[in-house]
Nanobody, 125 residues
């Protein structure tokens, strides 16, 4: 199995920036994608961004495209989410996830197999 630990969450004012990190450990081989999802109070968990295991392809939700950037450090088996131009609507618990199967999509929650505990991001106006 895979263990995921998120970090970097916190409080930031609107328009500011924040970088989230997700360190993966365990049996990470044969994974096909890593992604970020978020869940705000009273709302469903939603897709934010994903990156292919080889780091060549990235995908973003329309709501964050142009503001957020996902990247990977292959040596450390860590992915990052650089968030800029943050808005109060970005306030949520952000979760890192790993998808094992070749079949599936980057944005479907149930296609992911392992999840971290989440890190809180709060954007004040």
């Amino acid at each position: 199995q895979v263990q995921l630990v998120e970090s970097g969450g916190g409080l930031v004012q609107a328009g500011g920036s924040l970088r989230l990190s997700c360190a993966a450990s365990g049996r990470t081989f044969s994974s096909y994608a890593m992604g970020w999802f978020r869940q705000a109070p009273g709302k469903e968990r939603e897709f934010v961004a994903a990156i292919a295991w080889n780091g060549a392809d990235t995908f973003y939700a329309d709501s964050v495209k142009g503001r957020f950037t996902i990247s990977r450090d292959n040596a450390k088996i860590t992915i990052y989410l650089q968030m800029t131009s943050l808005e109060p609507e970005d306030t949520a618990v952000y979760y890192c996830a790993v998808r094992r199967t070749r079949r599936g999509t980057y944005y479907t929650i149930t296609d992911y197999d392992y999840w971290g505990q989440g890190t809180q991001v709060t954007v004040s106006s």
